[in-house]
Nanobody, 123 residues
């Protein structure tokens, strides 16, 4: 199983970025995909996930209304559209795969991780 993220970079506060994650070795029939991030602290923060078959999504309060997750079943890919970015969004963003259903409990265990993509938001 391989998860490959792309799309990170440097953006000014208030700007937007779209992250991509393409999965191989799994399908949306078996797994949901989602995003975490890790800032300066020790914990990875679960942000959002999506069930590819139903397109049901969940968002953490910290990103609800600013970030949007979407999926492409044909590519087994997920995208994270991030709007109105803030300096506190600066982090390494990781794609993750775990069995469904997507929801608050989805973030308790993660079967597969990508290597991460760095997002820097300048003030």
């Amino acid at each position: 199983v391989k998860l490959v993220e792309s799309g990170g970079g440097l953006v000014q506060a208030g700007g937007s970025l779209t992250l991509s994650c393409v999965a191989s070795g799994i399908t949306f029939d078996e797994y949901s995909l989602g995003w975490y991030r890790q800032g300066p602290g020790p914990e990875r923060e679960g942000l959002t996930c999506i069930d590819g078959t139903s397109e049901s999504a969940y968002y953490a309060d910290s990103v609800k209304g600013r970030f949007t997750i979407s999926s492409d079943n044909a590519k087994t890919a997920v995208y994270l559209q991030m709007n109105n970015l803030k300096p506190e969004d600066t982090a390494v963003y990781y794609c993750a795969a775990e069995i469904p259903p997507c929801g608050p409990g989805w973030f308790q265990i993660t079967d597969y991780w990508g290597h991460g993509t760095q997002v820097n938001v300048s003030s």
